[in-house]
């Protein structure tokens, strides 16, 4: 089945096969989206109501070279920045944590605030886990430092080195490079 909204800007699709429970719970979503300095973008994602296995990306209608993009954030200020990151994107933020492509890997649209939330969740859900007293006291460290970041105490670059191009940081801030999809992984 079907369904439409927002006059043929989404579809949906119910009952799909999901690829990882074999169950026809699986909801596509595609929509168009315009997101105001990076244009026009179809944003995907497919959730099994079954298993919960959840994928998604985002591509610019536009064709995009690949990219770098660097920030340095400064201040409580930049936390509100809007960040386009595609599932081909590695996000490296130096002596915080670097956030790979991969299989699982998601395309999404945040804020800058956001990826540091999602690598804070992630830090302390691997300390709770963690029974390694030296490996607890790491995540605690790493802990504190995104939350002096994120209140504008301490400065961090983020880099995103993007091949497919469909990743942006919206700030007068952000110094792009075009780079060679071939060096992405070596940049």
Same mark, same amino acid.
């Given at each position: 089945m079907? /369904?439409k909204e927002?006059?043929?800007?989404?579809?949906?699709?119910?009952?799909?096969e999901?690829?990882?429970c074999?169950?026809k719970?699986l909801?596509l979503n595609?929509?168009? &989206?315009?997101i105001p300095?990076?244009g026009?973008?179809l944003l995907?994602? %497919?959730?099994?109501a079954?298993c919960?296995?959840?994928k998604?990306d985002?591509?610019?209608v536009e #064709?995009?070279?690949?990219? #770098?993009?660097?920030?340095? +954030?400064s201040?409580?200020?930049?936390?509100n920045t809007? +960040? /386009?990151k595609s599932?081909q @994107?590695?996000v490296?933020?130096?002596?915080?944590?670097?956030i790979?492509?991969?299989?699982?890997?998601?395309g999404? +649209?945040?804020?800058?605030?956001? !990826?540091? %939330?999602? !690598?804070?969740h992630?830090?302390?859900?691997?300390k709770?886990?963690?029974?390694?007293?030296?490996?607890r006291k #790491? @995540?605690?460290?790493? !802990? =504190?430092?995104?939350?002096? +970041?994120m209140?504008?105490? &301490?400065?961090? =670059? !983020?880099i995103i080195e993007?091949?497919s191009?469909?990743?942006?940081i919206?700030?007068k801030?952000?110094e792009t #490079?075009?780079?060679r999809? @071939?060096?992405?992984?070596? @940049?």
């Amino acid at each position: 089945m079907c /369904v439409k909204e927002h006059a043929g800007m989404a579809d949906e699709l119910k009952g799909e096969e999901c690829p990882v429970c074999r169950k026809k719970t699986l909801i596509l979503n595609e929509r168009e &989206e315009e997101i105001p300095y990076f244009g026009k973008t179809l944003l995907f994602s %497919m959730t099994c109501a079954g298993c919960r296995f959840h994928k998604a990306d985002i591509e610019s209608v536009e #064709k995009k070279e690949p990219c #770098k993009l660097t920030i340095e +954030v400064s201040g409580e200020q930049d936390m509100n920045t809007r +960040v /386009v990151k595609s599932s081909q @994107a590695t996000v490296k933020i130096p002596h915080i944590a670097t956030i790979t492509p991969g299989p699982a890997s998601n395309g999404y +649209v945040t804020n800058i605030e956001g !990826i540091l %939330m999602r !690598i804070k969740h992630q830090t302390e859900t691997a300390k709770n886990d963690e029974e390694d007293n030296e490996t607890r006291k #790491k @995540a605690i460290k790493l !802990i =504190k430092k995104i939350n002096r +970041v994120m209140r504008g105490d &301490e400065k961090a =670059k !983020i880099i995103i080195e993007d091949p497919s191009g469909n990743s942006a940081i919206l700030s007068k801030k952000t110094e792009t #490079k075009k780079i060679r999809a @071939a060096q992405e992984s070596n @940049a």
